[in-house]
């Protein structure tokens, strides 16, 4: 079974600043996928961005952008210039070589006005 | 379009009580996964429905929940008799063919066995 790890359970940020979520996993496997998932409160989750791990370019989506480190088994995500519609938790999700996703526990993220 | 819709939100049942959640996929989409989140804990796959048959239910935790999802639309999940361990959130999510196409999730059904 693979396991991913977000090791941080909550993190704050001003708006309009940077913040990096961390997130790892464990797979023997070589080809696989990477996801990000937010949810916010009261709200349904929804796909941020998403990594092949095939692909060495790190994957952007307008302020949210991904850094992949396939040797450390390493798959941060930064959010850029905070919003206060940024507030939500984050889940970090891997998926192999069936359908189903393997989640972390989540990171509470808060943007302060 | 519609998103995934799930009933109840909210549902606060007894030991030993039944309880049936359901979940109405987007339509068109043959891929429908269960999934449940224990508080503070990871998201964990319970099943996964393509069209009405059931592709993966390695996740289910025993023989007390029961996932069906007749005529390939929507599925309920049944809980009996459920014990305080089931509390958590519910997700239900589906998706169209392809393997990894992003998951619609629907906002999760809290249960609460007390």
């Known amino acids: 079974a693979q396991t991913v790890t977000q090791s941080q359970p909550e993190m704050s940020v001003q708006e309009a600043e940077t913040v990096t979520l961390s997130c790892t996993y464990d797979t023997s496997e070589n080809n696989y996928y990477l996801f990000w998932y937010k949810q916010p409160p009261s709200r349904q989750m929804i796909l941020v961005i998403r990594q092949e791990a095939y692909k060495q370019q790190n994957a952007t989506e307008n302020r949210f952008s991904v850094n992949f480190q396939k040797a450390a088994k390493s798959f941060s995500l930064k959010i850029s210039d905070s919003q206060l519609g940024d507030t939500a938790m984050y889940f970090c999700?891997?998926?192999?070589?069936?359908?189903?996703?393997?989640f972390g526990a989540g990171t509470t993220v808060t943007v302060r006005a | 379009e519609a998103g995934v819709t799930q009933f109840p939100s909210h549902s606060v049942i007894e030991k030993g009580q039944t309880v049936t959640l359901r979940c109405d996929p987007i339509s068109g989409h043959d891929n429908l996964y269960w999934y449940r989140r224990v508080m503070g804990k990871e998201i964990k796959f319970l099943l996964h429905?393509?069209?009405?048959?059931?592709?993966?239910e390695s996740g289910m935790p025993n023989n007390r929940f029961l996932a069906e999802r007749t005529g390939g639309t929507y599925s309920t999940l049944k809980v009996q008799p459920a014990e305080l361990e089931d509390s958590g959130v519910y997700f239900c999510?589906?998706?169209?063919?392809?393997?990894?196409?992003?998951?619609?999730f629907g906002n999760g059904t809290r249960l609460t066995v007390t």
């Open positions: 999510a589906s998706s169209q063919g392809q393997k990894f196409s992003p998951l619609h």
């Open positions: 429905f393509v069209k009405e048959s059931k592709q993966d």
């Open positions: 999700a891997f998926g192999f070589n069936d359908y189903k996703l393997s």
